[in-house]
């Protein structure tokens, strides 16, 4: 196995779960206050069997936010998000990882600047997963630095496979109106690809849902303030 300072470089992960699926089995291995050997063991179980109990298509290696790595991880006591990357990428090279798994890291474009992102990227992160891009100019100006650094060379932009976006959603939306309370949504899609998936939803009966109980009588009382008020608009 490659030592934890070092980087070792592996072929782009193509899983065939994902291809099949049109979405991504993602597993997040956090280093926590593991000890680096805890972590590779913990890199193998998570690799093999996630917590849905499939395999997982990629890793998404983070530090983690225990309190006590505050204390503990800039003195180098504890393996971070750059330890594990290298440590995963070691391990597929040297076959305790399958060649397919690919490795993801997240980045945070509005507090941290894009050499941090590069330095997961040269620690073998084949996919960077942000934050919103809540603070436009800042984002705009990290992925900017990301593009002249090559960085985002031959990236795509597909997100998930359309059949797993629209199944996801209406799986969404029937929790949602599910829970007590819930009358029905207002969902305002804002992409042309989310105004089209937001039609197909709307024709395979998504948005319908039993009226509540105590929903016409609230609706007959609406009705009778509505009629009582013109009225009165009338008489004025």
């Known amino acids: 196995m490659a030592p934890w300072g070092s980087s070792a470089a592996a072929q782009p992960a193509q899983p065939e779960a994902g291809r099949a699926t049109g979405g991504w089995v993602v597993t997040t291995v ?13 890199l193998l179980q998570r690799a093999e069997r996630g917590p849905s109990g499939e395999r997982a298509d990629a890793l998404l290696l983070v530090s983690g936010s225990h309190p ?9 006591l504890l393996p971070d998000a750059l330890h594990s ?27 941290e600047g894009a050499p941090f992102a590069a330095a997961k990227v040269d620690n073998g ?19 900017d630095e990301m593009n002249t650094r090559g960085l985002t060379r ?11 976006c629209q199944q996801y959603t209406a799986d969404l939306i ?15 899609p804002v992409t042309k690809r989310g105004r089209a998936m937001a039609q197909l939803l709307t024709r395979d009966g ?19 303030r509505s009629r009582e008020a013109h009225e009165q608009l009338d008489i004025a």
């Open 30 to 42: 956090a280093a926590q206050l593991r000890s680096r050997q805890a972590l590779e063991a913990r």
């Open 68 to 76: 006590l790595r505050d204390v503990l991880a800039p003195a180098g």
């Open 85 to 111: 990357l290298r440590a995963a990428a070691a391990m597929r090279t040297a076959g305790q990882l399958p060649l397919s798994l690919s490795l993801w890291a997240v980045a945070n474009p509005l507090t």
């Open 125 to 143: 992160a084949e996919v960077i997963v942000t934050q919103p891009p809540l603070v436009w100019p800042l984002f705009e100006a990290w992925l």
């Open 154 to 164: 031959g990236a795509e932009g597909n997100g998930c496979g359309p059949a797993f």
């Open 174 to 188: 029937a929790k949602v109106l599910a829970l007590p309370g819930v009358a029905g949504l207002h969902l305002m």
């Open 206 to 224: 998504a948005f319908c849902v039993s009226q509540p109980h105590g929903a016409q009588k609230a609706d007959s009382l609406r009705d009778d």
